[in-house]
């Protein structure tokens, strides 16, 4: 019977931890047992989290640094949906190893061949000083794709590819970290 009660009671917690949600709504408190994908104890933090149906990401800053959250791309994301370098935008500078198929500012955007095609499905943002989150669902990135659009449609793998590039006050964009493809 103690084992029974014992197994039940891991099992629950096992569930229980990894059972996430995560709310766009500027607190960091739904963000606490997801993993740093950055080096813990330097900064900038970058979390990633999926679920389903979405997709979260998230960056802290040091305190005394701030977002432009007055830039559309104080925090961008690049996602290389398929894995395969040969599609998407290639960087000769940037994340060399991907072929990033999305560009992720406040809209889900895919790239068309060499450019870039611009959507209007919004992602939900949030921005609090030195701490931003961002979201969007799984069917937005598939939805993204509007009339007009003439390159090769990618949905997201299950594994795929991220970076995140952010900006504080004036300054040019900062790329963190490189382009990962452990996320599931």
């Given at each position: ?32 047992n997801v993993p740093i994908l950055s080096e813990p104890g330097v900064y900038p933090y970058v979390k990633v989290y999926t679920d389903g149906d979405n997709v979260y990401y ?58 870039m095609f611009w959507s209007d499905q919004s992602i939900q943002r949030s921005y609090n000083e030195s701490f931003a989150e961002a979201g969007f669902t799984k069917i937005q ?44």
């Amino acid at each position: 019977m103690k084992k029974t009660l014992l197994l039940l009671i891991s099992i629950f917690a096992f569930i229980s931890i990894n059972a996430q949600t995560i709310a766009i709504d500027g607190s960091k408190t739904d963000w606490a047992n997801v993993p740093i994908l950055s080096e813990p104890g330097v900064y900038p933090y970058v979390k990633v989290y999926t679920d389903g149906d979405n997709v979260y990401y998230m960056m802290e800053l040091t305190s005394g640094e701030a977002f432009n959250d007055t830039k559309y791309d104080a925090l961008r994301a690049y996602i290389d949906a398929d894995r395969d370098e040969t599609t998407g935008q290639k960087s000769s500078w940037l994340h060399i190893n991907a072929g990033n198929d999305y560009d992720i500012t406040s809209v889900i955007s895919p790239w068309n061949g060499s450019s870039m095609f611009w959507s209007d499905q919004s992602i939900q943002r949030s921005y609090n000083e030195s701490f931003a989150e961002a979201g969007f669902t799984k069917i937005q990135m598939a939805n993204s794709y509007e009339a007009g659009f003439t390159g090769t449609k990618i949905p997201l793998a299950d594994n795929f590819g991220i970076s995140i590039s952010y900006k504080t006050g004036e300054a040019e964009a900062v790329y963190s970290p490189a382009n990962n493809y452990d996320f599931a």
